[in-house]
Nanobody
C-alpha cells in the first residue's frame, strides 16, 4: 500500500489542524492505520491508531482528549484531527499501516509508511 499524508502547516498554540492520509494499493480496510510523529533530534513516537473497522482507537496519553483518529474505508483515507495544539506537538507526522493488530507503539512493527507532513505549533 502507498500512503500520502497531507494537511500539515503552521498554527498558533490552541489552534487546530486536520491531517489526512490517502492510501492506494491493496484493500484499505484490511489495514490497521496509525500516526507517528518525530521531532528534531528525537525518535519517532506513536501518536494514534485505529483498527480496520474504525470501531477501536488508541492514543498516546499526551494527545488523548485533544486528537481524534478516524478513517473512511470508502475514500481509503485516515484522518487525524488535532485540537488544542501545543508547541510540544511540533513534529513531522507520519501515516503508517500494518496488517496485524496490537503492539501499536513499536514503529518497527508497522509495515508501510508515508512521507510525513510537517506540523509546527507556535507559542
Amino acid at each position: 500500500v502507498q500512503l500520502q499524508a497531507s494537511g500539515g502547516g503552521l498554527v498558533q498554540a490552541g489552534g487546530s489542524l486536520r491531517l489526512s492520509c490517502a492510501a492506494s494499493g491493496r484493500t484499505f480496510s484490511s489495514y490497521t492505520m496509525g500516526w507517528f510523529r518525530q521531532a528534531p533530534g528525537k525518535e519517532r513516537y506513536f501518536v494514534a491508531a485505529i483498527n480496520r473497522s474504525g470501531m477501536s482507537t488508541y492514543y498516546v496519553d499526551s494527545v488523548r482528549g485533544r486528537f481524534t483518529i478516524s478513517r473512511d474505508n470508502v475514500k481509503n483515507t485516515v484522518y487525524l484531527q488535532m485540537n488544542s495544539l501545543k508547541p510540544e506537538d511540533t513534529a513531522i507526522y507520519y501515516c503508517t499501516a500494518k496488517t496485524s493488530d496490537g503492539n501499536y507503539g513499536y514503529a518497527q512493527l508497522w509495515d508501510y509508511w508515508g512521507q510525513g507532513t510537517q506540523v509546527t505549533v507556535s507559542s
